[in-house]
């Protein structure tokens, strides 16, 4: 079946650090990948997406790339700020037979302090 | 505005109190889920629906229900609450079409307590 691991955390950062976040799957098929965020009280929001091998995936200076021969999809970001302070999840899709389940990552909560 | 909305989002009850979250949603999509957010687990599915009276069971469906009368809503039903079921839980919406890594689109989430 699918499966998602990603780093666990807690990761705390300074601002304007360099910022991984692992993620590698195991998938049946071709997968999508996903990157979504949670903020604090909040649901779950897209951060960014790859549907296919080498594509790259990128929203708010955050950037992971579709990785096939590694089964990987990292989270990065040059510089991050307070604001980036959130819960981020990794996560797959092979859609069958009509359902388009989401499977995650544990999530790895991100602490950014000034 | 593209929403989808849960009520209620926080709730404490106690063992064998039928309850029932609803999910709501304005954009006119197709496919609906629930998921339920446990700490170390990341999030499982309960139910989906593909469409108006098609449902069926995900991950971890024992102790629950669903129903998809109409489009925009789709509640998720526990009969029998207990505690284990004490969880944070999201509906989920999505534009129908498989194999497209279409987004999905989270409501705020419901905080359930059963004591």
């Known amino acids: ?114 | 505005e593209a929403q989808v909305t849960q009520n209620p989002r926080y709730l404490i009850t106690v063992t064998g109190k039928k309850l029932t979250v609803t999910c709501s949603q304005n954009m006119n999509h197709e496919y609906m889920s629930w998921y339920r957010q446990d700490p170390g687990l990341g999030l499982r599915q309960i139910y989906y629906s593909m469409n108006v009276e098609v449902t069926d069971k995900g991950d971890v469906p024992e102790g629950y229900k669903v129903s998809r009368k109409e489009k925009r809503n789709f509640p998720l039903i526990l009969e029998s609450p207990s505690p284990n079921q004490t969880s944070l839980y999201f509906c989920a919406t999505q534009k129908g079409g498989t194999g497209t890594g279409y987004e999905q689109y989270f409501g705020p989430g419901t905080r359930l307590t059963v004591t």
């Open chain 1, 1 to 114: 079946g699918n499966s998602v691991t990603q780093m666990e955390g807690p990761v705390t950062l300074s601002e304007e650090a360099f910022l991984t976040i692992n993620c590698t799957y195991t998938a049946t098929g071709y997968p999508s990948l996903f990157w979504y965020v949670q903020y604090p009280g909040e649901g779950l929001q897209l951060l960014l997406k790859a549907t296919k091998a080498d594509d790259k995936g990128s929203n708010k200076g955050f950037e992971a790339t579709y990785r096939k021969e590694t089964t990987s999809f990292h989270l990065e970001k040059g510089s991050v700020q307070v604001s980036d302070s959130a819960v981020y999840f990794c996560a797959l899709s092979t859609p069958r037979f009509g359902n388009e389940k989401l499977t995650f990552g544990t999530g790895t909560r991100l602490t950014i302090i000034p």
